[in-house]
């Protein structure tokens, strides 16, 4: 068990720095072989070693100060757990704190699943009449927050609170990005980009989520038998929906690399005959009009005769000298045929040397790998939401979720006044309590897709409201919680 969670931390070290999986397991490999498997063992490793190992000066640079880093926070962690427990011997002189913990204080390895898990508790008031009579400041980040973790609840049951909230998290930070983007105010870099096409995902409010399966994960809590309470047809709607989305995903595409100003991605496809190279390629370039402006888009393709072992084998290099003999020989050590690679290449201005070379590998393999990768189906297996924008660890983590709901949500009854930490929390339960109520309602009657779509249009509906344009971006605003009880279904004499 140890064992396997080392090698699921070691290879998200490296695919969390933008490493391909497959040039990712044969790093772990060569590390295995010096004796290093695990983190702890990385961070007191000589820096030669790991050098030697991967054969990437920078990369076990970057790796070996990540995994000391790791460690620092894993003691820090104790550290302050020794403390705790120091405190908790001694009578209390006043009433505890809720929990609030800093991402640097959780360290994942050394808790327990429960442990992970009590202390991501969110407040819940279920009194509907409390409810009603409640009206609470936020703005729409937080609000989408709450709608997304309570959704989840109902949608993705086998999924333990962290995963809702790092999945709630995810949903919020793409919706923030895109809006930030139709404003003018946020980067224009195409973040979409930064995971594969091939990456697993789940669907939340309408958005696709990458996300990493969390291994041999598990979690007991009497909330796992309260919360099944969506109808059977939803489960098949749920599978058969994934079906439809992995049957109509042609082709797969690598992360987009760049370096001095020059741009390269893959793409790869199967194939069943040499014949189809064209129309694949013309679906490519139709679906993605934006790989029409790229200054090379060179090809290779290997495909099989039947049964035959003979293998017919074609490339163009479009321009990039050496690019398609280059793209058949790494398919021929991968072993790979019946695929249609297209490497497509914006030209920076700086020639690159023999980078390109290794830029065009990576781009390639990640491509190859993407193939084997499908739209997750899950049947019990906890996931974390990837987070593409994070170096450290590609994850959304669950307690900057968990701490940006407890402090983003006030009694809007005051006239102004300030209110304090426990009122606060209490306007969090009570917006959760609402939230509850609304898709309890309807979990009986809608199955998880329906529940999810329609979900979207509640959040549209109750959101508070702000002046329109870049003036409104993070303004706070009203919302009257009676809104979300009354959309509440009531029942055949309600």
Not at 91 to 106: C, E, I, N, S, V
Not at 347 to 367: H, N, Q, S, T
């Amino acid at each position: 068990m140890a064992g396997q969670e080392d090698l699921q931390e070691l290879l998200r070290m490296f695919t969390s720095r933008k490493v391909p999986m497959m040039a990712a397991m044969g790093h772990v490999k060569a590390l295995q072989k010096e004796g290093l498997r695990s983190i702890e063992q990385l961070s007191k490793a000589a820096l030669k070693t790991i050098e030697a190992a991967v054969g990437d000066a920078k990369l076990a640079k970057n790796l070996h100060t990540a995994c000391k880093k790791h460690e620092t926070t894993k003691k820090r962690a104790l550290d302050d757990d020794d403390d705790a427990s120091a405190l908790a011997s001694s009578p209390p002189a006043k009433k505890a704190k809720l929990l609030q913990p800093h991402k640097r204080d959780l360290d994942y390895v050394s808790m327990t699943a429960d442990e992970l898990e009590t202390s991501l508790t969110l407040p819940l008031v279920e009194d509907e009449a409390t409810i009603r009579e409640t009206t609470v400041v936020t703005n729409r980040a937080p609000l989408l927050l709450a709608f997304a973790v309570e959704l989840l609840r109902f949608t993705m049951p086998e999924q333990p609170p962290s995963s809702r909230l790092s999945l709630a998290q995810a949903v919020v930070s793409a919706n923030s990005k895109a809006k930030a983007r139709n404003l003018g105010i946020g980067q224009a870099a195409d973040d979409d980009n930064q995971i594969p096409e091939g990456q697993p995902t789940v669907r939340v409010l309408g958005r696709d989520v990458p996300v990493l399966k969390r291994g041999d994960y598990t979690w007991t809590s009497d909330e796992k038998t309260e919360v099944v309470k969506v109808t059977t047809p939803a489960a098949e709607t749920t599978t058969t929906s994934t079906g439809a989305s992995e049957t109509t995903r042609t082709w797969s595409a690598g992360q987009r690399l760049t370096s001095k100003s020059s741009t390269f991605v893959a793409h790869a496809a199967t194939l069943t005959s040499p014949a189809q190279r064209p129309a694949l390629m013309r679906q490519l370039m139709t679906s993605k009009p934006s790989l029409e402006t790229a200054t090379h888009n060179a090809w290779a393709m290997r495909a099989r005769y039947g049964t035959s072992p003979l293998v017919q084998e074609a490339s163009f290099d479009d321009g990039e000298t050496g690019c398609g003999e280059f793209m058949l020989r790494a398919m021929r050590e991968a072993d790979v045929s019946d695929t249609v690679v297209v490497l497509s290449r914006w030209f920076g201005g700086v020639m690159l040397g023999p980078d390109r070379w290794r830029l065009m590998r990576e781009c390639v393999d990640d491509a190859l790998s993407c193939r084997n990768k499908t739209t997750v189906k899950l049947a019990g297996e906890a996931v974390w939401a990837l987070d593409p924008s994070s170096k450290e660890m590609a994850i959304h983590r669950p307690e900057g979720a968990r701490n940006y709901l407890l402090r983003s949500f006030v009694s809007g009854a005051e006239g102004g006044k300030k209110t304090s930490k426990s009122d606060d929390v209490d306007c969090l339960g009570r917006l959760l309590g609402a939230l509850r109520l609304l898709f309890a309602s309807w979990a009986g009657v809608l199955n998880r897709t329906q529940l999810d779509s329609r979900a979207w249009s509640w959040y549209m509906a109750i959101r508070p409201e702000v002046e329109a344009g870049p003036a409104g971006w993070g303004a706070k605003g009203p919302v009257r919680l009676a809104r979300i009880c009354d959309l509440a279904r009531r029942g055949e004499g309600g």
